[in-house]
């Protein structure tokens, strides 16, 4: 018998994303965000969903790019703090130390120190209430090479990205990697085959 | 220096989600998607975006519904199984052995061996190219009671979802509880007040 707890309880993990974007006269800001995903293979598209009344909102919707920055674990002091203040009355980059890369792909700041980037123009924006989203057409996705295996694949667990705990408003760390997909479904598929002495 | 990896390296972090939709005669599916997450606060929102070929796809557009169901890690083999096969070729609930349950408030099932299910109704889609992003007003979160905390708040950690690393088609655990949302922002804003001999 499960509990209902309201349509409110948004209780699924969720990313800690640093959006990136140019104000007005170009100076870089950067906001936290953890209601998004990646939404489309091709075109690869991710979504991320942004309050009216940010900074970070009219920035987008006039520059039509932003950067998705991924922070490690060991970021989390300054992420938590970039999620604290508003650039409207702070200059997150000169308060923080971390320091900004102008794109060369798209109209938008990435952040040096963080080992993951994912660089969007923007695809649409669709009014959904509280929260805009914004669909990012991903040009480019960079990662520090200590993020990469020996052929070149990103690997989570050297990225050691957070999780966000909406329910709790906590953050958590990514725990162990498990199995490959597709590795035990097929065991119980083979189980399920021998045990009744014909495929499926 | 980055290294550049290209738009289609869209490794960040998602999560394994089982969706549930009924299909034609009512006959309960289920398929697992990581291409999702929240995207509004005021209405309740989140967006899973599936490819146009899927059963539950041609489901979800008919029934303008569907559940998100949240395994734990103990549900990885049941999981991936889901995420092997097609509805059209198995009934996914009678092979695994799971219970679908109707929603009572939503034209989907939800799965009764899952720790956590929000159930929505189709709120609008957008076809975005090789999948279509279904947004979904969600209606009621419903969690297990040894999901929940002493006062009801639902706990990341007890759910124990899995995460997906899309860029290497694999499955990590959620890590350790960290800390609370805007503590390590208020230290770092406190220790340069303290610093500066002044407030920001």
Redesign the interface.
Known sequence: ???????????????V?VVGSYGPDREPNVMVA??????????????V?L?KTRLSHANIMKSKAFT?N?PS?RH??????????SGR??NKFA?TGLTPVPSSLVEAPYILEFP???ECTL??S?D????T?F?GR????????AM?DGA??????K?N?????????????????????????????EH?AARQGKG?
């Not at 018998?1 to 990313?15: E, F, I, R, W, Y």
């Not at 953890?34 to 979504?47: D, F, M, N």
């Not at 989390?76 to 203040?85: F, H, M, R």
């Not at 705990?165 to 598929?189: C, D, F, I, K, W």
Request: hydrophobic residues 50%; neutral net charge.
């Open positions: 018998m499960k509990k209902s707890l309201g349509a409110d309880a948004l209780g699924v993990p969720a990313p994303w953890s209601w998004g995903g990646i939404c489309c293979s091709s075109p690869p598209c991710l979504a969903s309050r998705v991924v674990r989390l002091p300054v992420t938590d703090y970039i999620g604290t203040v009355s702070q308060a993951l980037v994912l695809f649409t669709i959904l209430g509280s929260h989203q669909i991903v040009v480019d996705v960079k990662a520090d090479e990469l070149g694949a990103l690997i989570a667990g990225v990205p957070l999780i966000a705990s909406p329910a709790e408003r906590a953050y958590y760390a990514l725990g162990n990697y498990l199995t490959p997909a597709h590795a035990p479904g097929l065991a119980v598929l399920r499926w």
